[in-house]
């Protein structure tokens, strides 16, 4: 399990874990997603990106936007997060229908180290498996699981925030995708990965899979996405319109040429 490679933060980073100490709980979890829209626009897109009636899973929770939004769409969320605080702030927060899980997630289970790249509020969102002790300034020995091991089942929509873990990520999930056939949502980013961007995709599509990316209010195939215009081109501004770093994966031929819609 090794460490991503070390980049400028998004607005995650930006967003102070001072919110939690200075607002209520409940408080925090409400309007977060609101603001987070700027940042992630496929979270106000759910009706087009998520089945319904079906369950959902979050992997990397953090402070719980896309949990929250998902819970009021499907039955049950699974919710994993890995950092002690931020769990049970999760544990303190989600409605009824969601599970939190204390844990990571890769193709091995056991436990690693997730480390923190710099003391700063907000650096939650960039917690890491396999940082160096050395370099983080705050480290944890967390409980690691592969998808594949838990009790889930009809799963519909997979959201995968790992800061440069995703194959290995999606590798303890090949039974969970050949079985329930899940709209994977991907935070995929070249400046986390030591592998080229497209190696990651064809992974994925490798599975029967087809890729979406959404650029400026429009679904796009994936085809056309180019890591140097949609990312490296923007390392500068990450929470800018241009940075595209959300990739949806669908089984092949559950959208037409358009890509998805409510309708």
Same mark, same amino acid.
Request: with cysteine; aromatic share 6%; hydrophobic share 45%.
């Given at each position: 399990m090794t460490a991503p490679a070390a980049g400028p933060p998004g607005v995650k980073a930006r967003i102070s874990s001072k919110m939690i100490d200075l607002l209520p709980d409940?408080?925090?979890?409400?309007?977060?997603?609101? &603001? =987070?829209?700027?940042?992630?626009?496929?979270?106000?897109? &759910?009706?087009?990106?998520?089945?319904?009636?079906?369950?959902?899973?979050?992997?990397?929770?953090? &402070?719980?936007?896309?949990?929250?939004?998902?819970?009021?769409?499907?039955?049950?969320?699974?919710?994993?997060?890995?950092?002690?605080?931020?769990?049970? =702030? &999760?544990?303190?927060?989600?409605?009824?229908?969601?599970?939190?899980?204390?844990?990571?997630?890769?193709?091995?289970?056991?436990?690693?180290?997730?480390?923190?790249?710099?003391?700063?509020?907000?650096?939650?969102a960039l917690a890491s498996l396999g940082a160096d002790p050395d370099v983080a300034a705050v480290v944890h020995e967390v409980k690691v699981v592969r998808l594949d091991d838990l009790d889930l089942s009809d799963v519909g929509f997979v959201k995968i925030d790992v800061e440069g873990h995703e194959r290995a990520a999606i590798d303890g999930a090949l039974e969970l995708i050949r079985r329930d056939r899940p709209h994977l949502l991907l935070e995929a980013e070249q400046r986390h990965l030591d592998e080229p961007l497209s190696s990651l995709f064809d992974h994925v599509l490798g599975q029967g899979y087809e890729g979406w990316y959404l650029e400026h209010g429009e679904w796009r195939p994936l085809a056309t996405f180019d890591v140097q215009r949609h990312q490296l081109d923007h390392l500068d501004d990450l929470q800018g319109p241009d940075y595209i770093n959300n990739i949806l994966f669908a089984p092949e031929g559950s959208f037409g040429a358009d890509g998805p819609s409510a309708g």
């Open positions: 409940p408080l925090v979890f409400r309007i977060l997603p609101v &603001l =987070y829209r700027r940042q992630e626009p496929e979270l106000a897109r &759910l009706a087009e990106i998520v089945p319904p009636g079906r369950n959902a899973v979050d992997v990397g929770g953090w &402070l719980g936007p896309w949990t929250r939004e998902l819970a009021r769409r499907v039955p049950h969320v699974t919710c994993l997060e890995p950092q002690p605080d931020l769990a049970a =702030y &999760l544990r303190r927060v989600v409605p009824a229908n969601v599970t939190v899980v204390e844990a990571a997630v890769s193709d091995e289970a056991g436990t690693a180290t997730l480390g923190l790249p710099e003391a700063r509020h907000g650096a939650n």
